[in-house]
């Protein structure tokens, strides 16, 4: 599972237990997209800053390759997306992995991409 940058925040927070053993049960992965998206965030608290870093240390990061590129540029030809959600999206799609978000209406529309929501039910 590849965890979008939402889950990840939530998954710092105290309140999302669940969400954590989640991710502890599975093999999940992050873009390097969603470090950038998150440890880059100019509002970020020092102790937020920490518990998200421990978080990274924690999972392996993807890179961006040739082949992210070439399907985030399929994407963003066949409808309106943000640059950062086409590079996840085609990440997930590149490395066969669901992606993990509490944004799913972003990709819906991606009928090959594997879309779960863990903050439901």
């Known amino acids: 599972m590849l965890l979008d940058s939402n889950i990840i925040i939530y998954a710092a927070e105290p309140n999302h237990d669940g969400l954590r ?3 502890a049960q599975h093999e999940c992965v992050v873009s390097v997209i969603s470090k950038v998206e998150v440890l880059g965030y ?3 608290g020092f102790e937020n800053r920490q518990k ?3 978080l990274f ?3 392996p990061v993807l890179a961006l390759s040739d082949a992210v590129i070439d399907e985030a540029i399929s994407l963003r030809q066949q409808r309106k997306m ?3 959600d086409s590079l996840i999206a ?3 799609l590149t490395y066969n992995r669901a992606l993990v978000t509490a944004n799913v209406a972003d990709y819906t ?5 594997e879309v779960i929501n863990p903050l439901l039910g």
């Open 109 to 113: 529309w991606i009928d090959t991409l």
């Open 90 to 92: 085609a990440t997930a």
């Open 57 to 59: 240390q924690l999972l």
């Open 21 to 23: 053993r989640l991710i």
């Open 52 to 54: 998200l870093e421990q």
């Open 42 to 44: 100019h509002k970020l």
């Open 82 to 84: 943000s640059l950062g």
